[in-house]
């Protein structure tokens, strides 16, 4: 199953002007390449002549270049020689140093913007890393934002749980909220009490934002769907650059907690039986239920036959 909507591919300086990149994304193999005259792009791999893979092809002005032949593809799946049969393209949007590409079954043109997580307030990526999850289902590593509980079973750090998780949706946005008790160490710096809110753009896009002691921080979630129950989940620190030790500290203190807290998460996560809650009923039960269900609008089943759009569509860079 895959899932309709934008999805994180990487961050901007992770594609170089002229560089060829095979990655898996969404259950499909596809060629990342930046042109050179900067314009990311994202291609089915498969050449429409031999049907070769194109990972050792090269890039040509804005076009890359098939290694079998040198039959050339625009960024929009076309041949450069009109004649030759083109090859299904993803439209890409390129957010502040963020990169996405749309996935659609049927190669409809996106129905709404990509992700903006970054604000004139908030302008800087501090740090990210990644991790790699083997699990049942790829609303897994998300849907923990609609259950405090989670955090009080796994994150033991984060105490009890003070308040039900809440989740509700609009069309593409949702959004959770819960609330926990802090214990020592971290409650005698941070205090006592941590709220947290998830805004979700699309069903594989978070930007959480955390109130502890009256100091906010931000945490974007990212999953990407490599294959089947593989996923690769991303976290990014967002935040004003400073030079001021304790802004540092607090920044690595930050990521080093994200980290963790994905340690601990993928040994709980990882090949989980899918079933119901049993014997346990409270209010967070029926936020998941809620999720999930918003979650599934967003599936659809891989078409046989790959689109190719009538138009290149390049979603706003920078």
Not at 125 to 131: A, G, Q
Not at 177 to 194: F, H, I, N
Not at 233 to 253: H, K, M, W
């Amino acid at each position: 199953m895959n899932y309709r909507g934008w999805m994180f591919i990487g961050l901007s300086k992770d594609y170089a002007a002229g560089r060829v990149a095979e990655r898996t994304l969404m259950n499909e193999k596809c060629i990342v390449f930046r042109s050179n005259s900067g314009t990311l792009n994202v291609l089915e791999a498969h050449c429409s002549h031999f049907g070769v893979n194109m990972a050792t092809g090269r890039v040509v002005k804005d076009c890359l270049q098939c290694p079998m032949h040198g039959r050339l593809f625009r960024g929009d799946g076309r041949g450069a020689n009109p004649t030759h049969r083109p090859i299904r393209s993803y439209p890409v949007a390129e957010r502040r140093g963020i990169a996405y590409a749309w996935f659609d079954h049927e190669g409809v043109e996106p129905s709404w913007d990509a992700p903006e997580f970054l604000s004139d307030d908030e302008p800087d990526i501090l740090w990210r890393h990644s991790r790699m999850l083997s699990i049942h289902h790829p609303s897994v590593p998300v849907d923990n934002s609609v259950d405090p509980r989670h955090f009080e079973f796994t994150h033991s750090m984060f105490g009890k749980c003070i308040e039900e998780g809440t989740f509700e949706s609009d069309g593409h946005r949702g959004l959770a909220t819960m609330a926990t008790e802090l214990v020592p160490p971290l409650s005698y710096v941070s205090g006592d009490r941590a709220s947290v809110v998830t805004h979700f753009d699309g069903p594989l896009n978070t930007h959480l934002t955390s109130n502890i002691k009256g100091r906010s921080s931000v945490l974007c979630n990212f999953v990407t769907i490599i294959e089947g129950k593989k996923c690769l989940l991303t976290q990014v620190g967002i935040g004003r650059r400073s030079y001021n030790p304790l802004r540092l500290f607090e920044d690595a203190v930050g990521y080093a907690a994200s980290w963790n807290a994905t340690r601990e998460d993928a040994a709980v996560w990882n090949d989980r039986k899918p079933q119901e809650p049993d014997n346990y009923p409270h209010q967070t039960d029926a936020s998941l239920t809620q999720f999930r269900e918003w979650f599934e609008t967003f599936a659809y089943s891989p078409s046989q036959v790959l689109p190719v759009r009538e138009e290149p569509v390049v979603i706003g860079a920078g």
